[in-house]
Every structure is written in structure tokens, then in C-alpha cells.
């Protein structure tokens, strides 16, 4: 399985953006697709995440309210969209893929993608 994350960029504060996360060489079909961010210094805390047969979504706080997760099963692809951006959700964002029913905790994840930076400016 190969998790490919990509979108993020510089924004200023109160701007948007949309991550990618395509995925190949695996099933998606009962798998849960998360969105992780990391800041320097800081674990590595739950965004938000989709249950790929359904397309039920489930979010964590750090961007409860102003973002939203949806897939594309055509495109094999998860998107994250995140609006009101504050400097505060500067990160670098990782996709992950797992077949565990437990959306929240990095470790029910199997897999990984590189991560993609994202830098929300004052």
C-alpha cells in the first residue's frame, strides 16, 4: 500500500486549502482513512477520518467545525478541506491508511504517507 500526500503549501491566516492523499497497490474497500498532523516539538494528534465504504466521516478537535473529509473511490482518493486556517494549525499533515474500526489512534494505522507541510502565516 502506498499512501501519496499532497496540497499543502504557505497560507495566510484565515485562508484554505485541500490536501490529497491517493492511494494504491492495496483494498480500500474496509479500511478507515485518517488525516494525523504533526507540529514541531509536538505528538502527532488525529484530524479527522473516513470510513472508506460508508464515506462516514469523524473528526478530532484540532479542526472540529473547519474541515471537512470526504473520499473519491473512482480516484482511490481521500481529501481533507480546511478552512479559517489559523498560524496554530502550521503542520506537516499525514495521510494513513488501517483496517481497524478505531479512527483515532495513530497506532490502529498500518500505513503512512510521507506527509505534506503546512504553513499558515499571521
Known amino acids: 500500500v502506498q499512501l501519496q500526500a499532497s496540497g499543502g503549501g504557505l497560507v495566510q491566516a484565515g485562508g484554505s486549502l485541500r490536501l490529497s492523499c491517493a492511494a494504491s497497490?492495496?483494498?480500500?474497500?474496509?479500511?478507515?482513512m485518517g488525516w494525523f498532523r504533526q507540529a514541531p516539538g509536538r505528538e502527532r494528534e488525529f484530524v479527522a477520518a473516513?470510513?472508506?465504504?460508508?464515506?462516514?466521516?469523524f473528526y478530532g478537535d484540532s479542526l472540529k467545525g473547519r474541515c471537512a473529509i470526504s473520499r473519491d473511490n473512482a480516484k482511490r482518493t481521500v481529501y481533507l478541506q480546511m478552512n479559517s486556517l489559523r498560524p496554530e494549525d502550521t503542520a506537516v499533515y499525514y495521510c494513513?491508511?488501517?483496517?481497524?474500526?478505531?479512527?483515532?489512534?495513530?497506532?490502529?494505522?498500518?500505513?503512512w504517507g510521507q506527509g505534506t507541510q503546512v504553513t499558515v502565516s499571521s
Open positions: 497497490g492495496g483494498t480500500f474497500g474496509d479500511s478507515v
Open positions: 473516513i470510513r472508506w465504504a460508508s464515506g462516514s466521516p
Open positions: 494513513a491508511a488501517g483496517y481497524m474500526d478505531i479512527l483515532t489512534e495513530k497506532s490502529a494505522y498500518d500505513y
